[in-house]
């Protein structure tokens, strides 16, 4: 277990809109201190309830070094446990999607309701009592078709206010009833603080994102201030008549806001033409910029007329973070008629492998001798800015509150 001290004289070293001290995005024990600082107690974007459409239907994945489950109940809603049997540990179902009446433990078959109850345990003591023994739940909090989840829910920040932020701003995009065209997980071998700095701006978008920055704003350095507010106001007229707030909403941990994608670009295409047939929104004829959503630690939404796309990164190791891309259709949108899916895949995947490379590059910088850390453009790296600045926050509240922040 970490020292308190420690952390709190890494905090203290740290210069305010400055990168972080070396040990943050290098050491072990600061990796576990996140793991149940940081990503036990914040609401983690793992996915949609369209990856759960039936009653049994489930999703398990590991957040750090904790296999969870999340299965879609008899009465509609999700449910959300760690993916750990009540017996000896073993992980119950792999990660990965998939669909059962009951939820079996590989081991000696234990075996559980997809409520979570145990059903039946062979061999035990007369006295062995299986209501004691379901599995362990965790938080679970859906909104607009998006599934959070939070893994130490004593400690989980106050989802209300995100909630009635979000639910009305994604509605005409009808998540809930949507299909999920795939999953890409690729792996950085970065820390995932270096993955979500990274994340977090478009300093680097022009110079390093070809694909990208054809629908994409990347903050033009050749379009004036002017420009951008008269394009904007047009913009924001356009979406109040279609009746689509534009916001922007935001609480300490969460941001949305709509805004207008290149003039001419429909979706996160190389033509700026749709990705998909068949329109999730059809106001504007689809034609309505993009609604982005995004939440402390970890992730990233876009939502254009035509699909909606999920970025979510999971820690893996000190140096190691997974990053989960998902693609939402309209619900009869057919793959190969509606939409072709490595077009529909292109844009964002290139980007997420460029920032891989990018987020690795970094990395190897940091952790040499010769690194320092340095400060942040207030006017390009603003969000960076922010997002450490919650981090360390968060840390300095936990350390005033139970020494070290352990759950
Ligand atoms: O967070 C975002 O919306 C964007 C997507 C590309 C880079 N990042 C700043
Ligand atoms: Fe699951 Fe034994 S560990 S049944
Ligand atoms: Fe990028």
Redesign the pocket.
């Known amino acids: 277990m970490i020292e308190a001290s420690r952390i709190q004289a890494l905090l203290d070293e740290r210069k305010p809109h400055h990168s972080l001290p070396q040990p943050f995005y290098r050491d072990a024990d600061l990796f576990d201190h996140d793991m149940e600082a940081i990503f036990h107690r914040s609401w983690l974007l793992v996915g949609f309830e369209a990856e759960l459409a039936e009653p049994g239907s489930y999703l398990a994945l590991t957040i750090g070094r904790s296999p969870i489950l999340l299965v879609r109940q008899k009465d509609g809603t999700v449910a959300g446990f760690f993916n750990s049997c009540r017996h000896r540990g073993a992980q119950i179902c792999a990660d990965g999607h998939g669909r059962a009446a009951r939820l079996v433990c590989p081991y000696h078959q234990w075996t559980y309701g997809t409520d979570g109850r145990l059903l039946s345990a062979a061999r035990m003591a007369a006295d062995f009592d299986k209501d004691r023994h379901g599995l362990n739940p965790i938080g679970v909090e859906c909104v607009g078709g998006c599934v959070y989840v939070c893994l130490s829910p004593a400690h989980a920040p106050d989802f209300a206010p995100f909630r009635a932020a979000l639910e009305p701003m994604l509605a005409p995009h009808r998540l809930a009833e949507a299909r999920l065209a795939t999953s890409i997980a690729i792996v950085d071998k970065a820390n995932w603080k270096l993955v979500m700095e990274n994340?977090?701006?478009?300093h680097h978008?022009a110079a390093c994102h070809p694909e990208?920055k054809i629908a994409?704003p990347v903050s033009a350095a050749d379009s004036t201030e002017k420009d951008e507010v008269e394009l904007f106001a047009r913009y924001a007229e356009r979406m109040a008549a279609a009746g689509l707030e534009v916001g922007p909403r935001s609480g300490d941990w969460w941001h949305v806001a709509r805004f207008p994608l290149n003039p001419g670009a429909k979706s996160f295409s190389l033509d700026g033409t749709p990705l998909v047939a068949k329109p999730m929104v059809e106001a504007c004829g689809g034609d309505i910029g993009t609604l982005?959503w995004?939440t402390e630690p970890n992730s990233?939404c876009?939502a254009a007329g035509d699909n909606a796309f999920m970025f979510s990164a999971i820690p893996t190791g000190p140096m190691e973070t997974t990053v989960i891309a998902k693609w939402l259709v309209h619900k009869d949108a057919v793959e190969g008629v509606d939409y072709d899916l490595d077009r529909l895949t292109h844009v964002w995947m290139e980007?997420n492998l460029q920032d891989r490379e990018l987020a690795e590059n970094n990395q190897r910088g940091v952790n040499g001798a010769g690194y320092v850390p340095g400060p942040y453009s207030p006017e390009a790296e603003e969000y960076v800015d922010r997002f450490v600045s919650w981090y360390c926050d968060r840390l300095r509240e936990q350390l005033a509150v139970d020494g070290v922040g352990r759950s």
């Open positions: 994340g977090r701006e478009c978008c990208l994409f982005r995004a990233f876009h980007t």
